[in-house]
Every structure is written in structure tokens, then in C-alpha cells.
Nanobody, 121 residues
């Protein structure tokens, strides 16, 4: 099972941007559909975005569509989440994980430590 390391979080102002990174170990990374999730304080973990193994297919939660972009670099075993036009409601711990498919983004593997994103008004 691949090990996942999330990073890139931090503090941003509303309207600002952050870029998250998910570094994965394992030789089969390019065949794995990957997803980003988040857990806000007091809430359940929710789906944010998913991307196919080749990177050609993506899917977004309505709450982030048009503001966030998921991408990947299989040569670097890394998945990215570019977050623009941030809102205070985006404040959460963000996690990546492998998922069943782009449009069925149920998490498959173990969760990493996540990376904290805090957006101030």
C-alpha cells in the first residue's frame, strides 16, 4: 500500500491561493486514481476532487468547482491541488488518498497526516 504525505497547507486570506502537494510512494502510482478530501472542524470528511491515473479525467465537488484544480505528475509520484479564490469555508485539514474511480471517489487506502489550510476573512 502506498504511503502518502500531504503538504503545502498554511494560512491564507480570503481570495488568496494555496497549492497542496501529495507525495506517494510505490511503483503503481500512475495506475491509481487519486482524490483530495477535507475535514472541517466539527464536520465529516468530504470529497473535494479526483483525478484519473493518466490525469485526463477530473471531477470536483460543487463547492470548489471553478476555484480548485487537481493535477498530477506521475514522474514525481505527486498529486497537486491548486486552490484559488479561497473562502473561510475552505478552512479544513486536507488529505489525499487513492479512490475507486474519478466519479466514485470512495477512499481506498489509509489516510496520511493531512495538511492544515486556514483561510481568514
Amino acid at each position: 500500500q502506498a504511503q502518502l504525505e500531504d503538504s503545502g497547507g498554511g494560512l491564507a486570506q480570503a481570495g488568496g491561493s494555496l497549492r497542496l502537494f501529495c507525495a506517494a510512494s510505490g511503483r503503481t502510482f500512475s495506475s491509481n486514481t487519486m482524490g483530495w478530501f477535507r475535514r472541517a472542524p466539527g464536520k465529516e470528511r468530504e470529497f473535494v476532487a479526483s483525478i484519473s491515473g493518466s490525469g485526463s479525467g477530473t471531477y470536483y465537488a460543487d463547492s470548489v468547482k471553478g476555484r480548485f484544480t487537481i493535477s498530477r505528475d506521475n514522474a514525481k509520484n505527486t498529486v497537486y491541488l491548486q486552490m484559488n479564490s479561497l473562502k473561510p469555508d475552505d478552512t479544513a485539514v486536507y488529505y489525499c488518498n487513492s479512490v475507486y474511480s474519478v466519479y466514485d471517489p470512495r477512499a481506498l487506502g489509509s489516510w496520511g497526516q493531512g495538511t492544515q489550510v486556514t483561510v481568514s476573512a
